[in-house]
Every structure is written in C-alpha cells, then in structure tokens.
C-alpha cells in the first residue's frame, strides 16, 4: 500500500487550473478544497504512524476524503459545463 499523499492536482492534473480559479472566487469549492486536504492530511499522517489511529477511524478518514474528492469531482465536472 502507497502512503503518498493523494493529491488533487496529481488526480485531476487537467483541472488545475479550474480549481485555481474556482478557489479564488468560489467561497464552497474553497472550503471542499481546504476540507479535503484537511482530511488528506490526517489520512496520511495515520498511514505513516505520525498519529497512529485505529483501523476504524483509518477507514472513516478515508471514506470522508474520498467523498469530499467525488463532491470536488462533481463540482469541477459541474462548473465546467455551466461555464
């Protein structure tokens, strides 16, 4: 198992822009965007036993990331069309 962290711009590199600019004038897409670096964060730091953590809460740190990345997804997706 990897323990690098997962980074949006290395998930989503034809996004980068997107995201630049929605997190400048887009107050939600800013607060998913720390939100889930916030989380992405914790998961790696308990991956790596820099904050050891319980296999339970392991398992609830990633499943809140990988829904703030599928709502970030949905948000870009989204904002793309409309755009």
Request: glycine share 2%.
């Amino acid at each position: 198992m990897s323990h690098t962290p997962h980074e949006l711009a290395d998930d989503f590199p034809e996004h980068v822009e997107k995201m630049h600019e929605l997190r400048g004038s887009d107050a939600h897409f800013a607060k998913l965007y720390d939100s889930y670096h916030e989380a992405n964060r914790a998961v790696h730091r308990a991956e790596t036993d820099v904050e050891p953590t319980s296999d339970e809460h392991l398992t609830d740190l990633r499943k809140e990331r990988m829904r703030l990345k599928d709502e970030i997804y949905a948000y870009l997706t989204t904002s793309q069309t409309q755009a």
